[in-house]
């Protein structure tokens, strides 16, 4: 137990900590689930700069709270190799940084340690993050880490919010951080013009990619989810997906089509970020896997259907109207990435007339088969949301 005369001194110590490292070195949904946190540093009016990976670091143009960002793909996260040279070369630009305080941010299964060793050589003089062992002076301040993954653990944002209120910093909005720019909003529409879809419609978006194959619903069920939504409420339907995943999308444009003579439009490898985002925060409602849209529907307000692997109960979508679909599996919390069982049952237990129902309901309709409902588009209703 802490005195509580040097709990004080250390929460004033990081409240005049003005030049804050925030490491995050994860993904992208990771990054977006640490703003909250963020929002807490920076109470005080800290600057602060994101320690990100590539597709971490894209969201920061995005997020007011963070002012600079260094890209750095770490070696003991799963990503780009890469020569000790880059290990020695962002101790060095972290020490010309002279930063007042280091904040590590890591899920229960990642180790704050290697980074901390880097903000320690860099001179960085406070270190905060959880850790499962004793780190000694590797960390001036330190949470012990006793998480496992089970159910009923805390949620992400809510790990994080913990971690900084242990040193005394709070906020009371703790919604996810992320703002849709206007450039990007007329982009989008221009892009969804000439993919044949109408900005002026209402729409759903349906996003069947996610990094993990354990993580990924079939992507012919979600063309099936997609024709009954078409089908029931006459909405426009959207496919997006990254460069890496137009397959994923043309097998679901493909099962759609196999029922519907209705046009289906694909932006799959075609929107930046932020145009995605636009996307999605005009939407009445976006069906996609436990993945990075996920967390950007719950960043703009936009209702979520996510069809959810049970591999980790962290990440469910935060402060947003959502339906969490699974099957109930023995082997849940499995932290796999490939499903090691085969048989991928918390997923390919739920058919796809459920997770059209599930997107119906958060679209506020109970209509019996094939009656069409119209929608007013939610560019209507009111301005695309931004998160401050």
């Known amino acids: 137990m802490i005195p509580a005369d040097e709990h004080t001194a250390r929460a004033q110590a990081w409240a005049a900590a003005r030049q804050v490292l925030v490491v995050r070195l994860d993904n992208l949904g990771d990054v977006l ?31 007011p709270l963070i002012d600079d960002t260094i890209v750095y793909d770490a070696p003991w996260v799963k990503g780009p190799e890469h020569g000790s040279a880059a290990d020695l070369e962002l101790i060095a630009t972290l020490r010309d940084r002279a930063f007042d305080a280091a904040v590590i941010f890591t899920v229960c299964t990642q180790s704050a340690l290697p980074a901390a060793m880097a903000c320690r050589l860099a001179g960085i003089p406070l270190r905060l993050a959880h850790c499962r062992e004793n780190p000694y002076g590797l960390l001036t301040d330190w949470v012990h880490d006793r998480e496992v993954c089970e159910d009923g653990m805390r949620h992400e944002v809510r790990r994080q919010l913990d971690l900084v209120r242990s040193v005394g910093l709070h906020t009371p909005d703790e ?3 992320f703002e849709c720019l206007p450039d990007d909003v007329t982009r989008m529409q221009r892009k969804l013009a000439a993919a044949g879809g109408d900005p002026a419609r209402s729409y759903v978006v349906i996003h069947p990619g996610a990094t993990a194959a354990s993580r990924r619903y079939p992507p012919e069920r979600f063309g099936q989810a997609a024709d009954i939504l078409q089908r029931e409420t006459g909405c426009q339907v959207v496919f997006t997906g990254g460069p890496d995943e137009r397959e994923l999308v043309a097998r679901a444009r493909q099962a759609m089509q196999a029922h519907t003579g209705a046009p289906v439009v694909s932006l799959a490898g075609a929107l930046s970020l932020g145009e995605l985002a636009a996307l999605l925060a005009g939407a009445h409602t976006t069906v996609c896997n436990n993945s990075g849209p996920a967390h950007l529907c719950a960043a703009l307000g936009t209702p979520v259907v996510v069809l959810y692997a049970l591999t980790n109960p962290q990440h469910t979508p935060w402060q947003v109207r959502s339906r969490v679909l699974n099957h109930e599996v023995p082997c849940r919390n499995c932290l796999k990435s490939i499903c090691p069982q085969g048989h991928h049952a918390c997923l390919l237990e739920v058919q796809a007339p459920a997770v059209a129902r599930a997107a119906l309901e958060l679209m506020g309709i109970d209509a019996p088969p094939h009656r069409t409902v119209p929608l007013v588009p939610r560019a209507a209703i009111g301005a695309l949301p931004l998160s401050a």
């Open 33 to 63: 689930m640490s703003t909250p946190a963020m929002r807490a540093l920076k109470q005080g009016g800290a600057r602060l700069t994101l320690l990100g990976s590539r597709s971490g670091a894209a969201v920061a143009r995005h997020v």
């Open 175 to 177: 919604r996810l951080a």
